[in-house]
Nanobody
Framework: QVQLVESGGGLVQAGGSLRLSCTAS????????VGWFRQAPGKEREFVAA?????YYGDSVRGRFTISRDDAKNTVHLQMNNLKPEDTAVYYC?????????????????WGQGTQVTVSS
């Protein structure tokens, strides 16, 4: 059974950086789709980025966030630079067997518990 555990959230000032990590157990990530989503209070869960054999980014983070995978550690990272107050949310890591529509919430079967990111102005 696949399990995903996020880490690296916290409080940062606007313009700062954070790196989130998603570590998997139960399978390797090299042929698995891994995505990051975020959800702010009162809003729907939003696609942030995903990685399989290529990388995908949501419009609101493209150019500021970078997703990468460390196969040796079975971990996916999300490097977040130039953070803005509107990036404040709970960030979730998710896993998908299908690699076709990694920007869609419903295509993911496994979810982590989430990690809070707060960006102060």
């Amino acid at each position: 059974q696949v399990q995903l555990v996020e880490s690296g959230g916290g409080l940062v000032q606007a313009g700062g950086s954070l790196r989130l990590s998603c570590t998997a157990s139960g399978r390797t990530l090299d042929d698995y789709g891994v995505g990051w989503f975020r959800q702010a209070p009162g809003k729907e869960r939003e696609f942030v980025a995903a990685i399989s054999f290529t990388e995908y980014y949501g419009d609101s983070v493209r150019g500021r966030f970078t997703i990468s995978r460390d196969d040796a550690k079975n971990t996916v990272h999300l490097q977040m630079n130039n953070l803005k107050p509107e990036d404040t949310a709970v960030y979730y890591c998710a896993g998908a067997d299908s690699l076709e529509n990694l920007w869609l919430v419903d295509d993911y079967e496994v979810w982590g518990q989430g990690t809070q990111v707060t960006v102060s102005s």
